[in-house]
């Protein structure tokens, strides 16, 4: 950026000495590059500060920086064969303003280069945010699924007691006793676990015991979620979902002599910061992609984690993931008080 704050001193040492060239250039020119220089670094310490560092942080890929600085360095050498060696030859024609214009349109160049990379920043955004919410919406039909299921066995077993009391009242045992028997023959093995008072995370996670029943991974899960919290049950639900899954997904790689395992704790201090951390055996392979964690499964970051790390950012918290050999941690804090939205309204 420095080499056209020179270019337009070259151009000013050209104004005021026309008959000169840029060997010889003035201290008057040299006195304008300074304070140009230092002007320009002022007035873009906040843009760069606010819109830079986003750059910054966003783009991740090593690849771009390595086209930027290949840019950069035409942009520099551009910059230097431009530097006029006679002073008179601006004068001809119209070389003067057309000098001035050609650097203006690089400094666009380089503006039209930023805004380029951060469309492809929020066009890249957007996709994830869309494979987010469709990961949600099949959470959402899973768990609309497992509750529509238990509403209607709870129905069914009000019909059951309704006929228990009929034959009761009606002195039948031995038809009593058949019915019991058919009955019990026909309850599902897992019960409803109480793990906390919150009944959309109970149902959660009473849905993700039978998956992890199935998949022969033991659990070690301790929850403490009041029945209300500042924290929307939709992003709850969907954190929690989302690192169980995970955790479930690095379950599968063991192998079945070893043991397959995924303990989770869930604590609210002070209602103020709620506390999630999550534990799970897994290979002990990862792929990471400047120092993101990638999807064993598809190719490109893991959607969730990008999705934990959304709410945590909602929330104005923090979410941590890492992994020491053959365990994988996730260690994730929200401050519910600072949430958006609230379970009760």
Request: aromatic share 12%; glycine share 6%; charged share 15%.
């Given at each position: 950026?420095s080499?056209?704050?020179?270019?337009f001193s070259?151009?000013?040492?050209?104004?005021?000495h026309?008959g000169?060239?840029?060997?010889?250039?003035?201290w008057?020119?040299a006195?304008?590059?300074?304070?140009?220089?230092g002007?320009?670094?002022?007035l873009?310490?906040?843009p760069?500060?606010?819109?830079g560092?986003i750059?910054?942080?966003?783009?991740?890929?090593?690849g771009?920086?390595g086209s930027?600085?290949a840019?950069s360095a035409?942009?520099l050498?551009?910059?230097?064969?431009?530097?006029?060696?006679?002073?008179a030859?601006?004068?001809?024609?119209?070389?003067?303003?057309?000098?001035?214009?050609?650097?203006?349109?690089?400094?666009a160049?380089y503006?039209?280069?930023?805004h380029t990379?951060?469309?492809?920043l929020?066009?890249?955004?957007?996709?994830e945010?869309?494979?987010f919410?469709e990961?949600a919406?099949?959470q959402?039909?899973?768990?609309?699924?497992?509750?529509?299921?238990?509403?209607?066995?709870?129905h069914d077993?009000?019909?059951?007691v309704?006929?228990l009391?009929q034959?009761a009242d009606?002195?039948?045992?031995t038809?009593?006793q058949?019915?019991?028997t058919?009955?019990?023959?026909?309850?599902?093995?897992t019960?409803i676990?109480?793990?906390?008072?919150?009944?959309?995370?109970?149902?959660?996670?009473?849905y993700?015991?039978?998956l992890a029943?199935s998949n022969?991974?033991?659990l070690?899960?301790h929850?403490?979620i009041p029945?209300w919290?500042?924290?929307?049950?939709?992003?709850?639900?969907?954190?929690?979902g989302?690192?169980?899954?995970n955790a479930?997904?690095g379950?599968?790689?063991?192998?079945d002599t070893a043991?397959?395992?995924?303990?989770?704790?869930?604590?609210l201090?002070n209602n103020?910061?709620?506390?999630?951390v999550?534990?799970?055996?897994f290979?002990?392979?990862?792929?990471l992609?400047?120092?993101?964690?990638?999807?064993?499964?598809?190719?490109?970051?893991?959607?969730?984690i990008?999705?934990?790390?959304?709410i945590?950012?909602?929330?104005r918290?923090t979410?941590?993931?890492?992994?020491?050999?053959?365990?994988?941690?996730a260690?994730v804090?929200?401050q519910v008080k600072?949430?958006?939205?609230?379970t009760?309204?």
């Amino acid at each position: 950026m420095s080499a056209f704050v020179s270019n337009f001193s070259y151009a000013y040492d050209a104004w005021l000495h026309p008959g000169s060239t840029s060997g010889q250039f003035s201290w008057q020119a040299a006195l304008f590059q300074f304070a140009a220089t230092g002007i320009a670094a002022v007035l873009l310490i906040f843009p760069l500060r606010k819109w830079g560092s986003i750059l910054i942080d966003r783009l991740l890929v090593s690849g771009a920086w390595g086209s930027m600085i290949a840019v950069s360095a035409a942009f520099l050498l551009l910059n230097l064969a431009i530097i006029p060696r006679h002073y008179a030859t601006l004068y001809v024609g119209r070389c003067f303003p057309i000098y001035i214009t050609l650097l203006l349109f690089l400094i666009a160049m380089y503006v039209s280069f930023y805004h380029t990379a951060m469309g492809i920043l929020r066009t890249a955004a957007i996709q994830e945010r869309i494979q987010f919410f469709e990961m949600a919406e099949n959470q959402y039909r899973m768990q609309k699924k497992y509750i529509e299921d238990t509403a209607k066995e709870r129905h069914d077993f009000k019909q059951s007691v309704f006929t228990l009391k009929q034959l009761a009242d009606a002195g039948n045992l031995t038809a009593l006793q058949q019915y019991l028997t058919k009955y019990a023959s026909t309850l599902p093995e897992t019960e409803i676990r109480q793990f906390c008072k919150n009944h959309a995370v109970n149902t959660l996670l009473n849905y993700y015991v039978q998956l992890a029943a199935s998949n022969g991974i033991q659990l070690d899960w301790h929850t403490d979620i009041p029945e209300w919290i500042h924290v929307a049950e939709p992003d709850l639900c969907s954190l929690l979902g989302n690192l169980i899954e995970n955790a479930f997904a690095g379950c599968s790689t063991v192998e079945d002599t070893a043991p397959r395992y995924h303990c989770l704790s869930v604590e609210l201090r002070n209602n103020v910061n709620l506390y999630i951390v999550s534990t799970n055996s897994f290979d002990g392979f990862v792929r990471l992609k400047d120092g993101q964690y990638e999807s064993t499964k598809r190719k490109g970051s893991g959607i969730g984690i990008h999705s934990v790390k959304m709410i945590a950012e909602k929330y104005r918290g923090t979410a941590r993931f890492h992994h020491m050999g053959t365990e994988f941690y996730a260690d994730v804090m929200l401050q519910v008080k600072s949430g958006t939205l609230d379970t009760q309204a």
